[in-house]
């Protein structure tokens, strides 16, 4: 029987993360990711988990010490934010390239500059082709299970990989709403004991971690990674499916909503959804077709899954909490629109910069979106594929 709670997304992560009692956390603080490490510290003193806790003086350092105890077989995590996230930048790579199954907690923040410490997703989406797996939230109870999920995902033996369980700072991370937390038997009998086959202090098997790959191996290290990438979307279905049986709540690659009859669609990823489904439930009172997708897991791509969702849909805006520079929109634009050309789909397609540095979207803002696809749908013309929503022009 679950327990309801009133917690911020930060401390709804902190407690799955007490249930789960990693065997390491290295942690330094920013924000708006502080408040993790600082819940699980208190957790730590008062004898609630016996994971040994280390501050350490940087980020780089945090995932350093991370990977070193991954790497040794200890279960291990750490959490950060922008700044932080990009100070580690190198560490991420190796993490990946050596196949350790740790985990970070992303509290999604701007990078800077100009200097800004809100919401928006260029941290991670900076970080979308390190190799590692990205699973984003909606809201606090997402975040919270998304959480309980991630080391069955990212240490199942046909994967191995690390991954990141993103939320979007201030916005879920701070913000305070009622969730239903597992009891902690659940949640330790579901993540279960970490047992690598391999690691460094086995003295059964003795290893190296991180050698110098010449170039005669490299490649074949990069097409390991992405074959075990390919593993990734049944575990991910897999793992959703127990924790359905489990808690009742149901999880997917994404979640349709309203989408089944749709002729206009948004694509999003995270906190906007919930903006996105007040303005579809508005629409569809006035008897408009409109529905949404919204991406939970965005690394690896689950581009036919998402082609096929959105195969009856007349046209479509896919919006972008991040700038990729490109002259033609942001990352999940590009993903998106790829996936649509491959599976040879007819629908109108534009993608929105929208939300930078924590810019407010509104349900009034969203509609706005949904009329665009309807003025393009009458005129036949998508017009300018790249546009931002809500700025000074």
Known sequence: MGKRERLSGNEAVAIALRQINPDVFPAFPIT????????????????????????????????????????????????????????????????????????????????????????????????????????????????????????????????????????????????????????????????????????????????????????????????????????????????????????????????AYRLEDAERAVVIIGSAAGTTKDAIDRLREKGEKVGLLKIRLFRPFPAEAIAEALKNVKAVAIMDRAEGYTNHGGPLGADVMAALFRARSSAYAVNYVYGLGGRDVRVEDMEGVFETLKQILESGDAGETYRYLGVRE
């Open 32 to 255: 708006p990711s502080t408040e993790i490490p600082q819940y699980f510290a208190s957790f730590v003193a008062n004898g609630q988990v016996d994971t040994e806790f280390i501050t350490v003086e940087s980020e780089h350092s945090s995932m350093s010490a991370a990977i070193g105890a991954s790497a040794a077989g200890a279960r291990a995590l750490t959490a950060t934010s922008s700044c932080g996230m990009a100070y580690m930048w190198e560490e991420l790579y190796i993490a990946a390239s050596n196949r350790l199954p740790l985990a970070l907690a992303l509290v999604n923040r701007a990078l800077s500059g100009p200097i800004n410490i809100n919401c928006d997703h260029s941290d991670s989406m900076g970080a979308r082709d390190a190799g590692w797996i990205q699973i984003y939230a909606e809201n606090n109870q997402e975040a919270y299970d998304n959480m309980v999920q991630a080391f069955r995902i990212s240490e199942h033996r046909d994967v191995r990989l690390p991954i990141m369980i993103c939320q979007d700072g201030f916005i879920t991370s701070h913000a305070v709403e009622n969730i239903e937390l597992l009891e902690d038997a659940d949640v330790k009998n579901f993540v279960g004991e970490y047992e690598p086959e391999n690691y460094l202090l086995n003295p059964e098997c003795p290893m190296a971690v991180g050698p110098y790959s010449i170039t005669d191996y490299y490649m074949e290290a990069k097409r390991n990674q992405a074959e075990a990438m390919k593993h990734v979307e049944k575990v991910v279905l897999d793992v959703a499916k127990e924790f359905a049986a489990l808690s009742g709540r149901s999880y997917g690659l994404f979640e």
